[in-house]
């Protein structure tokens, strides 16, 4: 199997920063894409940002321009960098990755979710 283990959540302030890693570990042969959604209370998910195995990215409208998502192939993880946070960030992040496992296998996985409450 496969595990997402997410970090980097917390309470920060208004315009303050973040950085959530998300490391993958298990019977990993290859991740393709690897993303970061997040649901806000009473909202449905919402992609973030998304990061492909070649460094190409695509962002929701909410993160362009103030975060920014990176991956180390090599250590199987992804970053989210966010920065001039706002209270309207507040919400569960979730990591997610297509993982190629050792038995030939794609599979989406997802992380445990990880808290960000951003204070006005």
């Known amino acids: 199997q496969v595990q997402l283990v997410e970090s980097g959540g917390g309470l920060v302030q208004t315009g303050g920063s973040l950085r959530l890693s998300c490391v993958a570990s298990?019977?990993?042969?290859?991740?393709?894409?690897m993303g970061w959604y997040r649901r806000a209370p009473g909202k449905q998910l919402e992609l973030v940002a998304v990061?492909?195995?070649?460094?190409?990215?695509n962002y929701g409208d909410s993160a362009k321009g103030r975060f920014t998502i990176s991956r180390d192939n090599a250590k199987n993880t992804v970053w989210l960098q966010m920065d001039s946070l706002k209270p309207e960030d507040t919400a569960e992040y979730y990591c997610n990755a297509y993982v190629t496992q050792t038995d030939g296998q794609t599979i989406a996985y997802w992380g445990q979710g990880t808290q960000v409450n951003v204070s006005s």
């Open positions: 990061i492909f195995i070649r460094g190409a990215t």
């Open positions: 298990g019977s990993i042969r290859s991740i393709n894409d």
